[in-house]
Structures are given as structure tokens and as C-alpha cells.
């Protein structure tokens, strides 16, 4: 019933842009967690940034602070990943997901915290 789609990935040049868009249906409570990951085949699944349709709150890995940033259009459940100075090591699948709120403390950025899974999108930056 819930689904996640992501687009705008691509192939681009190291040091170039993008922004990823990942939409919601199926899903209409006020109040929720949406993050990006981003996984290379053979390796564990990353947590890329989170923020909260609250919008009090935003999250980063290191590797992608100050140079990606997450926002969220809580009307439209819409989530945005703008991805500026792209490197060879951004290259991945990158995922949406989405936490229903619920009690209890929990880690932003850990896979296994998310309800719902988008199918991904491809994200290819070269030398």
C-alpha cells in the first residue's frame, strides 16, 4: 500500500550536481522520518542523511556533510536530496525510506529502522 519512488539519479561528471526526489503514496500521517541511503554492490547499505516532517531536525554523515542536503515538503510527501560537488566515491544506489513515528529512542541513520523502502535510483560519477 505504502510506496516510495525515487528519481533523478544519473550519470555526471566529478564536481557536478543532482537532485534526487523521492514521492509518497499511500501514506497521509503528519508525522514520520524520511532518510537516504545510498549502497555499492558487495557493501553494507549507508545511511546518507534523515530529517523529520517536523522539519526540526536534519541529520548528515560525515562523508556527505556540507556538500548534500536533505529537505522534505511535508505536504506533498516529497522528500529532496541535492547533491552538490559530486565525487567517483558518491557513485551507489541511492534508497528513500520512511519511519513511522513511534516511542522509544532509535539510531537516525541504521537501516533496520525504516518501515518503507523506495526501489532506487542510480547515481554514476565519474573521474
Known amino acids: 500500500q505504502v510506496q516510495l519512488v525515487e528519481s533523478g539519479g544519473g550519470s555526471v561528471q566529478a564536481g557536478g550536481s543532482l537532485r534526487l526526489s523521492c514521492t509518497v503514496s499511500g501514506f497521509t500521517d503528519t508525522s514520520y522520518y524520511m532518510a537516504w541511503f545510498r549502497q555499492v554492490p558487495g557493501k553494507q547499505r549507508e545511511g546518507v542523511a534523515t530529517c523529520y516532517s517536523g522539519g526540526h531536525s536534519t541529520y548528515y554523515a560525515d562523508s556527505v556533510k556540507g556538500r548534500f542536503t536533505i529537505s522534505l515538503d511535508n505536504a506533498n510527501h516529497v522528500m529532496y536530496l541535492q547533491m552538490n560537488t559530486l565525487e567517483p566515491e558518491d557513485s551507489a544506489t541511492y534508497y528513500c525510506?520512511?519511519?513511522?513515528?513511534?516511542?522509544?529512542?532509535?539510531?537516525?541513520?541504521?537501516?533496520?529502522?525504516?518501515?518503507?523502502w523506495g526501489q532506487g535510483t542510480q547515481v554514476t560519477v565519474s573521474s
Open positions: 525510506a520512511l519511519r513511522r513515528w513511534r516511542t522509544g529512542s532509535w539510531v537516525r541513520l541504521a537501516e533496520y529502522e525504516y518501515d518503507y
